[in-house]
Each structure stands twice: as structure tokens, then as C-alpha cells.
């Protein structure tokens, strides 16, 4: 045991461990020992094999330096591939359906304007800074004027329009303009076509033909008669109809009504006997569960064969369909226009309704032959000049139509009660008059 250490290894018998698969990588020093550096060391005999025999990349030519790979690596088209898969979301809504999604809120895309010009939206977006900063540039300087003094309870109006500028406790009793709403300068287009004051029927002059006359009073007869028979719509409507007396009273119904459910409830607990006695279910056979089967797939054959027809159908149909679609837009382009020529004709005539009441139209004033008068100083004056131009204005929507307002009515009458010094009131008199008078002599 004394001996050299070389004596001891020499004696030892040399057993090699065998190589692990996976060298531990604990620590830097193993990182560094076990790291695998094949790959490295093959790309660097490979350039230097080049080297040897080409020689140097300074030696070769500026063209030969690098070159341009066409083909590309194998393993980074799998990569490509295999990220570029899509999601299974998007492979289930595509099968399901082949109309894309709904887009996001459309944006207005700005056209690249010309050198030297702005696009509408532009001009207004400079338009609107350039009054920005107007407003907010500084006010010149001016000089400071003399303090004047106000007095604000004067009844006299003798103050400077100075005064009021420069001092700021009168801000708030300036009077404010009023601003004018935006229809006062609309004029309505009813005024333009419509006559201020139309000209009345030529039966209800004084001294009218028979045949203007006779015209006239079949104008009020028609509109008398159809008052009436509105009248007579809602009485027929509102009363009692004839045919309710014929049908049965109610109680004599709901007597009825408990017989049958007292012959009902017999009828069920001899059922629920009956149902009890057959306890026993009878099972299907095979034949009939074939049988059902069969039925089955023959009702799906079927029902394919119609979806295919009502298919075949549809696509024949595509023709008609196209003719059908023109002559729709045709037709929704001929009402558009309707609705405007009708829009513009009832703003011509006044059908415009302002406010919440319609316009009342004016009764017809009509003399009868007995009413007719020989002479213009005999003759009666009917209507109302004041209401015939008040009506006019309600018509041609220069003012709003009203309603009379009717007062509330009072559900109780008002109580009166006499106080005891309005009792009294003679009685404090005369004793204040007998007091004047015995003051007054003694003196």
C-alpha cells in the first residue's frame, strides 16, 4: 500500500463505463463537455474544403460572393404549412355556410386629393379650425377709458351704451335678444298657391239663378246627410243588438255545466277499474318491428325525393324570379315618386297638419228660398268675417289651430260662512259713533 500510485493503477483492471443517451447537463462545465457539436464542425470542413480548393471569398469575383437560392429549404415549407392551417372555428362555419360574415361599421375612405385641391370633408375640417382659431387669437389692446359712474334704480334712461359695456356688474341686467325660431323665416308653400280669401259660391249671393241656388243647397244636403249616417253608424254600433236576448241565461248554462261533470267523474272511475284490470302491456313482435323500420326508410327516400324536386323547381324558377324582382323595383321607384308628388300637393293645399288639432271646417251658409232677400237693404248678414279669416290662417299654416279651453267645473259647491265681526258690523259702528260724539263735548 506504500507504493507509487502509478503501481496501484497498473494493477487495477481498466473497465470502460458505457455512454449514457442523455449526458447530464448539470452545470455549465457539463453544458460544455456534452454539448453536441457535429453539425458545427461538419459546416466548418465543409468551407474549408472549399477554401482549398476555390481558395479565398476575397480571391473570387464580386458575382461569386453570394448566391440566390431558388429552391428554399424543405423544412421551412413545412413550418409555413403547418402555421398557415386555419383554425377549426373557421372550417365549421365554412362548411355550415358560404355567404362570408357581416363586415365592421363602414368607414368613409377619404380620396387622395389632386395637388392644389381638398375633397369636401377636407375644406370643411379646415374650415372649421381656421374659425377655431379665430376665436381664440387675442383681442388688441385697448386703451383704458374713464370709470363712469350708474346708478341702477334710475327711472330715467340717461346712460351711454359706454357705461354698460365697461361695467360688469350690468352684465345681467342687459337685455338679452330674443332669439327668432327657424320657421319664422320658412314661408309655407300653401300661402304661395292658396288664396288668402276664396271666393264663395255663386248660390249665396244675394240675387242668385235658381240653377246656382238648387247647386248649392244639394252641397248642404250632402253634407247634412252625411253627418247623419255617421250618427246612425255609431247608435247602430253602441246599442243593443236583439240577437243577445235570444241566447241562454248564464246560470241556466252553469247548471248544465255541473250535470255534465258529474256524469264526467262517473264515467272516469269506471274507466280507472277497467285500466287496472289490463295491467299486462303486449310486447311488439319482430315482424312489426321490422315492419316499422321499413316504413321508416321508405318515409326518408321520400321526403329526399321531394327536397330534390322543390330544388329542381327553385332553379327553373330563377328566370321568373329576375322578372318578378325588376318589375318590383319598377314598381317601388313608381310609389317613391307618388309619395313625393303627393307630399308637395298637400303642402300646396294646406293638408299639412301643425299641432295636435286638425283644422275645423267652416259651416256652409245657405238661404232658403223663403230666406232670399229682393233688396240689398232687406238683405240678413250671416257668418263671421273675424272667423272666415281665422279659419284662412289655420289653413294655409301661417298660425296653429286651437281648441277652445273649457274650464274645470266644480264637483263641490263653495261653503259660505258669516264671521262673527261681520255680524257685528252695525252694532261697532254706532258704538263708535256715540264715542266721537262724547269726546267732542268735552272738548
Known amino acids: 500500500m506504500s507504493g507509487k500510485p502509478e503501481d496501484v493503477l497498473e494493477t487495477t483492471p481498466t473497465t470502460e463505463k458505457p455512454k449514457k443517451s442523455q449526458p447530464s447537463r448539470k452545470g455549465k462545465k457539463a453544458w460544455r463537455k456534452n454539448v453536441d457539436v457535429e453539425e458545427l464542425e461538419s459546416g466548418l470542413e465543409s468551407l474549408r474544403s472549399e477554401e482549398r480548393v476555390r481558395g479565398t471569398i476575397d480571391d473570387l469575383p464580386e458575382e461569386e460572393h453570394f448566391t440566390i437560392d431558388l429552391g428554399g429549404d424543405e423544412k421551412v415549407k413545412d ?22 360574415a357581416l363586415g365592421g361599421r363602414h368607414v368613409h375612405n377619404l380620396s387622395e386629393p389632386v395637388y392644389g385641391e381638398l375633397s369636401k370633408h377636407q375644406e370643411k ?35 351711454d351704451k359706454i357705461t354698460m359695456d365697461n361695467n360688469d356688474y350690468l352684465e345681467p341686467t342687459k337685455p338679452s335678444k330674443v332669439k327668432a325660431p327657424v320657421t319664422m323665416a320658412r314661408i309655407p308653400k300653401v300661402m304661395q298657391h292658396k288664396p288668402a280669401v276664396t271666393v264663395p259660391h255663386a248660390g249665396a249671393s244675394y240675387n242668385p239663378t235658381e240653377e246656382d241656388h238648387k247647386a248649392l243647397l244639394k252641397k248642404a244636403a250632402d253634407v247634412e246627410i252625411a253627418k247623419y249616417k255617421e250618427e246612425k253608424k255609431l247608435d247602430q254600433i253602441l246599442s243593443y243588438r236583439k240577437e243577445l236576448e235570444e241566447l241562454p241565461h248564464e246560470l241556466q248554462h252553469l247548471e248544465d255545466g255541473n250535470e255534465e261533470e258529474e256524469d264526467k267523474t262517473s264515467d272516469t272511475e269506471e274507466d280507472i277499474v277497467e285500466n287496472k284490470k289490463k295491467k299486462k302491456v303486449e310486447r311488439k313482435t319482430t315482424s312489426q318491428r321490422h315492419k316499422e323500420a321499413r316504413t321508416k326508410a321508405a318515409q326518408r327516400v321520400y321526403d329526399l325525393k321531394q327536397q330534390e324536386k322543390k330544388v329542381r323547381q327553385e332553379i327553373e324558377r330563377l328566370e321568373i324570379t329576375q322578372k318578378e324582382l325588376e318589375e318590383r323595383t319598377k314598381l317601388i321607384d313608381k310609389l317613391a315618386k307618388n309619395r313625393v308628388e303627393t307630399k308637395e300637393r298637400k303642402e300646396r293645399e294646406g293638408m299639412n297638419r301643425i299641432g295636435q288639432f286638425h283644422v275645423q271646417d267652416m259651416s256652409m251658409e245657405v238661404q232658403l228660398e223663403d230666406e232670399l232677400s229682393e233688396t240689398l237693404r232687406q238683405l240678413k248678414p250671416e257668418g263671421s268675417i273675424f272667423k272666415d279669416r281665422f279659419v284662412s290662417l289655420q289653413q294655409r299654416n301661417i298660425i ?36 266721537k260724539q262724547i269726546m267732542q263735548k268735552k272738548k
Do not use: C, G, H
Not at 377655431?132 to 389692446?141: D, F, G, M
Open 79 to 100: 413550418m409555413i404549412r403547418s402555421t398557415s392551417k386555419p383554425l377549426r372555428v373557421d372550417q365549421i362555419l365554412a362548411q355550415r355556410s358560404a355567404v362570408p
Open 125 to 159: 375640417k379646415v374650415n372649421q379650425l381656421a374659425k377655431r382659431k379665430l376665436k381664440e387669437a387675442p383681442k388688441p389692446k385697448t386703451k383704458k377709458k374713464a370709470k363712469v359712474s350708474y346708478d341702477m334704480w334710475n327711472d330715467e334712461e340717461e346712460t
Open 400 to 435: 296653429e289651430p286651437r281648441s277652445p279651453f273649457k274650464t274645470p267645473k266644480r264637483k263641490y259647491a263653495l261653503k259660505v260662512y258669516e264671521r262673527r265681526s261681520y255680524k257685528t258690523f252695525d252694532a261697532t259702528e254706532r258704538k263708535k259713533a256715540q264715542y
